[in-house]
């Protein structure tokens, strides 16, 4: 998987050492980990296990207790960081999509980027255009959200969160919260956003997906990264017996 | 309208001799206008007021929710001192005070706008607190996740989604402030209750000035409350 001239550019995202509690309730426990530019990771394991919890520490959504994060090999996690320049460059799609409701599909999505990225309106439009076709809604740019079926609106979310040419994109069950119908058209515009080469980390319970689309499984446990396995290997041969478990439940 | 009114006040008062109000409109014809002219005073005043109440409500709302411990306490003290004290009492407070300490000598109007918007922004701020913790609080999660920052996330997506929810609220706030604004004639502001005063006394006819002021703020106040239902339908409307 990791060329040799890899090594020598920084992983997109390292995690060492990471803890989370929240009050006494330790959530994560010393999570140590690599993700390299270009996989797509697959986070699954029970739920309240502290997945989404993971994720949200990766774009300081929530701060660590303790340990450090880096993205491109910068640390984010020192105290110094301007967390919004980190977030810019680390998109999340959430479970119930958060799309601004006030404002049109096309607004939607030039919003971060006028704002945050100072582009110029017609550009910002133009490039909100062109990523609304690529998710399969070019028709829907003046629509308001309110308007949008479940599988519609997980899809602006995505070209929303790409609007700001985002490294590593993060995904917390993005499917979890749609008609069984629709999942489809979310799981294939994600996989075009991998075969784009974008770096990935997919908190889900669709084990199809994990299974084809991405290069790792991190099966959570107990606060840790209890397996880290392609899924060829994951799927067929899990090492431990909560994840034989979790797996006879999921599939 | 004012010809027919009297008419037909005029009817009412012959089929109700019993009741002996000889109620006599002719005497404060001549200062119709006079009192008219309130209408705008009080209008300036209240809408003045309802603006400035508004922006200084929002910003304490903002106080009231930061985590910045400093501003919340100022905030909620403030809220508190204002909402506790009788706005006739601050009113006073302000016209009387402001001469004596700072040498300016303040207007009824102008004494009265800042005590009612600095009242008001207290009872608005409460309004606005509510609606902008009753906003859904992934977006602001998915604000911080664009790299968006506080303030354009403030004015761009929590507080246009917030101030829909609490409109018809801000509209009833106006309306007591309209209600309220008569209190200003105790300092000297030559409001609409004023100005029916001052005739009354000049005419010694005390009883016909206060009856068209008073079907005048109950015909403002309604055309608010119709404002403020229709507002409320629209928004339901639109989910
Ligand atoms: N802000 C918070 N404050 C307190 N406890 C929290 C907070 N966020 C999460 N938790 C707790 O941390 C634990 C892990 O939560 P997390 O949402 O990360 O789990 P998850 O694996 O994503 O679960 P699910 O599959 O249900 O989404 C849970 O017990 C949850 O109740
Ligand atoms: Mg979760």
């Known amino acids: 998987m990791m060329q040799p001239q890899e090594q020598a550019t ?34 699954i394991g029970p739920s309240g296990c502290g997945k989404s919890t993971f994720l949200r520490c990766l774009n300081l959504l929530e701060m660590p207790t303790s340990g450090k994060i880096y993205i491109n090999g910068e640390e984010i996690t020192n105290p110094n960081t301007d967390a919004m320049r980190i977030r810019q460059n680390v998109g999340m799609v959430f479970q119930h999509f958060h799309l601004f409701p006030h404002m049109t599909v096309l607004n939607n999505i030039a919003y971060a980027p006028m704002k945050v990225k100072k582009v110029a309106k017609e550009e910002a439009r133009e490039q909100a255009r062109d990523l609304l076709g690529k998710v399969g809604l070019g028709e829907k740019a003046d629509t308001y959200p309110s308007r949008l079926s479940g599988g519609q609106k997980q899809r602006v979310a995505i070209a929303r969160a790409l609007a700001m040419n985002p490294d590593v994109m993060l ?3 993005p499917t979890s919260a749609l008609d069984p119908e629709m999942v489809k058209e979310v799981l294939e515009v994600m996989k075009a956003v991998s075969d784009t080469g974008m770096t990935m980390a997919v908190v889900t319970h ?3 997906f994990a299974r084809e689309v991405a290069d790792r499984i991190f099966f959570l446990d107990g606060g840790k990264i209890a397996e880290d396995a392609p899924p060829s290997e994951f799927f067929t041969a899990p090492k431990s017996d909560r994840a034989k478990q979790f797996l006879e439940k999921m599939l | 309208m004012i010809t027919l009114l009297n008419t037909s006040l005029d009817r009412f008062s012959d089929t109700f001799l019993l009741a002996q109000m000889n109620l006599d409109f002719s005497r404060i014809m001549p200062s119709l206008g006079f009192i008219l002219g309130g209408i ?27 985590k910045f411990k400093p501003l919340y306490w100022f905030g909620m003290a403030y809220t508190s001192i204002f909402r506790g004290t009788p706005l006739l009492v601050t009113l ?21 706008v800042i005590t009612f918007s600095l009242n008001s922004g207290a009872y608005v701020s409460e309004v606005i607190r509510a609606g902008i913790l009753a906003v859904d609080r992934g977006q602001q999660e998915a604000a911080l996740s664009l790299g968006v920052r506080y303030k354009p996330m403030m004015l761009d997506i929590i507080l246009p989604q917030a101030i829909k929810n609490i409109l018809p609220a801000l509209v009833n706030e106006s309306i007591a402030l309209l209600k309220d604004s008569t209190l200003v004639s105790t300092i000297g502001a030559q409001d609409l209750l004023r100005r029916a005063q001052i005739v009354g006394a000049e005419k010694y006819v ?3 000035p206060l009856l068209i002021v008073a079907v005048i703020y109950y015909v403002m106040v309604m ?5 403020a239902n229709y507002l409320e339908f629209q928004l339901r409307k639109s989910g």
């Not at chain 1, 997109?12 to 390299?36: M, N």
């Not at chain 2, 705008?40 to 106080?63: H, N």
């Open chain 1, 10 to 43: 920084p992983p997109a995202i390292q995690v060492d050492r990471l803890y989370k509690s929240f009050g006494s309730l330790k959530v994560l426990r010393e999570i140590t980990t690599e993700i390299y530019k270009g996989e797509v990771v697959a986070v």
């Open chain 2, 206 to 208: 005390y009883f016909e």
């Open chain 1, 206 to 208: 669709e084990m199809g």
């Open chain 1, 171 to 173: 995904f917390d069950e």
């Open chain 2, 92 to 112: 006073s407070l302000f016209y009387f005070a402001t001469p004596q300490l700072t040498g300016y000598d303040i207007s009824g109007f102008q004494a009265g």
């Open chain 2, 223 to 227: 055309v608010l409350t119709l404002a």
């Open chain 2, 40 to 66: 705008v005073v009080t209008l300036q005043f209240t809408f003045l007021s309802a603006i400035l109440g508004f922006f200084w409500g929002t910003i304490l709302a903002l106080f009231k929710i930061s």
